[in-house]
């Protein structure tokens, strides 16, 4: 296999000092992440953890009825499989790619045998872990107390920070069901962030017009999952 040409773009793999990236480096394949791929299924066994390089997949859970609701958002910050190296090889939840784009992934048994050297490699996972039950835990308080307007807000600027640009290609029913609500609350919140000059929305592309005013809109939650990310995962180093 030649080397994937979208080597560290994943910020979990560029935090690696050199010992590490060089071991799992011959473990790494390129691979496209078209939107609508779905990575796992529910209880399903997992035969290899993702690295999203340009992507950004959602982990949905899925209720009996078919229903379903977002509970985080994975990009180029992170990676997707962490029950590989928790415990258990399965997960309650869908990964399901919103936004096209590249990614890397590894073997199952090969994250297990680097996670289990207790080294640089096992300390950066166990912060993006914590990183992200903090993102879990702040979109289940959002969803219960804050309005549709904020959630979106919050939803739009976490989706844009794991993407290198200001516009995210999304259709309004997508939206609703990574939300858990009803096309026509999308359809309306959306509209009134485009009328205060925070977003153009057209054909299913969103374009950023005021990112600042878009944070002012937001809850406290997007605030939160920012700064736990930016305490816990490394600007260069995992140490």
Not at 93 to 110: F, H, N
Not at 131 to 149: E, G, K, P, W, Y
Not at 189 to 207: E, V
Request: proline fraction near 5%; include cysteine.
């Amino acid at each position: 296999m030649g080397a994937p040409s979208n080597l560290r773009k994943n910020h979990l793999l560029d935090a690696l000092p050199e010992p590490e990236w060089q071991r799992l480096l011959p473990h790494l394949e390129s691979v496209d992440m078209p939107l609508g791929l779905v990575l796992y299924e529910p209880g399903s066994t997992l035969s290899h953890v993702y690295f999203p390089t340009s992507a950004i997949v959602s982990l949905l859970y899925v209720m009996q009825n078919g229903a379903s609701a977002e509970i985080a958002v994975v990009g180029f910050e992170g990676l997707l499989g962490i029950s590989l190296f928790m415990g258990g090889d399965s997960t309650p939840s869908r990964a399901v790619v919103q936004s096209a784009g590249q990614g890397l992934r590894m073997k199952a048994q090969a994250i297990k045998d680097e996670f289990k050297r207790s080294g640089p490699v096992m300390h950066l996972l166990l912060r993006y872990t914590q990183a992200l039950i903090t993102q879990m835990s702040q979109t289940a308080v959002c969803n219960r107390h804050h309005s549709l307007d904020q959630q979106l807000c919050r939803w739009l600027l976490l989706s844009l920070d794991r993407l290198r640009g200001q516009e995210l290609v999304m259709t309004q029913e997508l939206i609703a069901n990574m939300l858990g609500v009803r096309r026509e609350g999308v359809t309306e919140s959306a509209l009134k962030l485009s009328q205060a000059g925070l977003i153009r929305y057209a054909r299913g592309h969103i374009t950023v017009l005021d990112r600042p005013g878009l944070e002012r809109r937001s809850c406290e939650c997007y605030a939160v999952v920012k700064e736990e990310y930016k305490r816990l995962l490394p600007s260069i180093l995992a140490v």
